[in-house]
Every structure is written in C-alpha cells, then in structure tokens.
C-alpha cells in the first residue's frame, strides 16, 4: 500500500470519526438540556453517520488486505512503518477519536439511562393518584384524594 494511498483512507475514515464524535458531543448537550426535540434530530442522523465510518474503515481494510497486509490495527502499524510520519500521525488522530468516541458513547449512554429513570419516576408518581402527594392542575404539589385540583396562590 502507497503512502499516498494509506494516508488518504486514514484520513477519510478520521474525517467520518470526527463527524461522529461531533454528533455524539451534541447529543450528550442536548441530553442535559430539557424536552427531546434536538435529541430526535441527532438520532436520526446517527444510523447515517455510523454508516459512513464503517465504509471507511471497510475501504480502509480492503486497501490493506490488497497490499497483503492484515486488516486492522496491525496492518495499518505495518502500513505505517513503511509509509512515514505523515501516516503515522494521521493514524494516531485516528486512535485518539476513536477513544472519544468510545468515551462519549459511554458518557450518552449514562446520561440517557438517567433520563429515562427520571421520565420513569415521574410517570410512577402521576400513575398513582391515590397517594396523598399528587399534583393539581397548575403543577404543584398538593396533598389530597388524587383528583386534580386547582390550588391558588
């Protein structure tokens, strides 16, 4: 495998990594900010995305098993040794966004697992209206028979 060569598919599949790293950084920011409406925006686009760095790193596989070279890591160490530090360093990027996204997958994963506990939570609350802790109309808590009522000020 060329230098050249090598140097490009690193950098294709660093660029798609980047861009999902991006995702997964704004859908842990929308994860801690109220209502879903940006969550569903990013989700959709996540399927998409997680596509795109798996074509690179298939293209990138292939371009080394053509080389006769082994697919993944030892291959592109290999690929590497021969083809310089501008590959070594592109290569590097491309272990180090890994990792984020690795990292940030792990931290969305936690955030969205408290949020749905939350949801769960309050949805067990507004479930049992005949507890003596219930809430009136306007969304403050009153203690009664579990009928909304409406509370003043």
């Known amino acids: 495998m060329s230098a050249p060569d090598l140097v490009k598919a690193l950098s294709r599949e660093f660029a798609a990594g980047r861009e999902f790293e991006t995702l997964l950084e704004r859908e ?3 994860l801690l900010q109220p209502g879903a409406d940006r ?3 990013l989700s959709a686009k996540k399927p998409d995305l997680a ?14 098993t053509r080389a ?13 040794s021969d083809a310089g ?14 990792r984020r996204v690795r ?10 697992n ?7 939570a309050a949805l067990n609350i507004l479930r049992r209206p005949d507890e ?3 809430y009136s109309a306007d969304g403050r808590a009153s203690s009664g028979t579990g009928r909304l009522t409406r509370t003043t000020a």
């Not at 408290?114 to 769960?120: E, H, I, K, N």
């Open 103 to 112: 990292d940030l997958s792990q931290r969305n994963e936690i955030l969205l």
């Open 28 to 30: 842990g920011d929308a």
């Open 114 to 120: 408290m949020r749905l506990q939350q949801v769960g």
């Open 68 to 80: 006769g070279l082994p697919q993944g890591r030892a291959g592109v160490e290999r690929a590497c």
């Open 85 to 98: 530090s501008e590959a070594k360093r592109v290569f590097d990027d491309l272990v180090q966004c890994a």
């Open 51 to 64: 596509r795109e760095v798996e074509a690179a790193t298939a293209a990138r596989n292939a371009a080394l």
């Open 132 to 134: 003596t802790q219930v």
């Open 39 to 41: 969550l569903r925006e």
